[in-house]
């Protein structure tokens, strides 16, 4: 019998829109697990840029994914290049979009379409951390943990119901790029892990709170050490 899970074989692929503004191996993570086959069913219909020379871009064109840009100075006000990329955006329809180093702040205006349908990896354990600088903050602090956050997108920065966590040990010869490196390595597959099971239904972000396999989200999954999404709780355990 067919897994209501999954897409039917004729059913269109789950749309994945990538907001970016720099170098990409987030954008690169999920086109390799398309193309592997870990994010099942779906196609990244383009990379949305606020920044024309971003790498990003080049690796989105060497991939055959589109590759749009435009110039935040071309707009008098914020808000005015917001409207104009989620019109294109709209415009492309995705099911998802990823936020994936998008270095913009959004105007909540142009939110409320996408309720639930707007995800951002951001390089801490929120709520710690949000905006800039994180690797730094957290040495800074003396954190002996540290890591990566997938989160619904809302007009509060870095502040939306956090969706799932890559925990990371902060090591004592840790600088700011080691760490970084070592936090890196684990947004990638913490983005993969959330954007396949949005894609399949494991994780439902039309509801309030969110539903991991038909149950209340309450806590921020965690990514385990074979890269799959599991509660917290049953994490602690293993
Ligand atoms: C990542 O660290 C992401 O968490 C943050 O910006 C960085 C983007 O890296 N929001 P990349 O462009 O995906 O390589």
């Not at 004592?172 to 983005?191: S, T, Y």
Request: charged share 20%.
């Amino acid at each position: 019998m067919h897994d209501s899970r999954f897409p039917t074989p004729n059913s269109r692929p789950y749309r994945i829109a990538v907001l970016a503004s720099g170098r990409g191996s987030n954008f690169l993570a999920l086109q390799r697990a398309i193309e592997a086959g870990k994010i099942r069913h779906s196609e990244l219909i383009g990379v949305f840029s606020d920044r024309g020379n971003a790498p990003v871009l080049r690796l989105a064109a060497e991939h055959g994914v589109a590759a749009h840009s435009w110039r935040p100075a071309d707009y008098p006000q914020r808000s005015d290049f917001d409207r104009a990329l989620f019109a294109a955006l709209a415009v492309a329809q995705p099911d998802l979009i990823v936020c994936a180093g998008f270095m913009r702040i959004i105007s909540g205006e142009v939110l409320p379409p996408w309720q639930g349908r707007m995800i951002n990896i951001h390089p801490s354990l929120l709520p710690r951390y949000p905006g800039l600088h994180t690797h730094r903050r957290a040495l800074q602090a003396g954190d002996r943990e540290h890591g990566a956050s997938v989160h619904l997108v809302t007009a509060d920065l870095d502040a939306g119901p956090v969706l799932a966590q890559a925990r990371v040990a902060v090591l004592p010869d840790d600088d700011e790029q080691l760490l970084a490196q070592r936090v890196l390595q684990r947004e990638h597959p913490l983005l993969v892990a959330c954007v396949a099971a949005l894609a399949d239904g494991r994780l439902n972000c039309r509801s309030d709170p969110p539903q991991w396999q038909n149950q209340d989200l309450l806590q921020p999954l965690r990514l385990n050490a074979d890269n799959r999404l599991e509660p917290s709780a049953c994490a602690e355990s293993t």
